[in-house]
């Protein structure tokens, strides 16, 4: 219980840099998986347990990508873009395939009981990591539909500290969506 709510409680810290866009956030990137790989492993919540090691590893890829920007960009600053087209179904076909790869072992080498959605939004948090390193927008979305599923999952599994984080992310991120839109209108 003490694990999770400094998981929480740095999980707020996470929340309040990423609204406002600050390369900051990829610290507390780095600190909340690692907490959070053990209470999810204690709740039985492997796939959660699991992607919080991707969060690790994707925390150091977003710091690079929003420190030293993309390939030939001379801007000082990663902006804030719209997802191109021609990656939607890339990130949508990505994203089926590893929901059902997940939900696969996670019923055949686990004794998990939420299978399905575990793999689910481990899954969809995989494309909004991959989506908030790009900086794009809609990953806001993206995490909308994985924080309100989330929310129902953790009261189901106990753990009322991290579902009441998720429905603070909820709401935050439709006001993220709505700041981060016009932070990109004002770089334009």
Known sequence: MYLELIGTLVGLVYLWLEYRASIYLWIASIVMPAIYIF???DAGLYADCGINVYYLGAALYGWAVWRYGAKGSKQAEYPITHIPTKQILAA?????????AIAWLLMRHTDSDV??????TTALSIIGMWMLARKYLEQWWVWMVVDVVCVGLYI???????????????????MGWTNWK???KRHA
């Open 115 to 120: 299978p399905w959605c575990d793999a689910f």
């Open 156 to 174: 189901y599994k106990g753990l009322y500290f991290t579902a009441a984080l998720y429905a603070l992310y909820a709401v935050v991120a439709v």
């Open 182 to 184: 016009r932070l990109m």
């Open 39 to 41: 209470v999810y492993y």
């Open 92 to 100: 949508t076909t990505v994203c089926a395939i590893a929901l059902v």
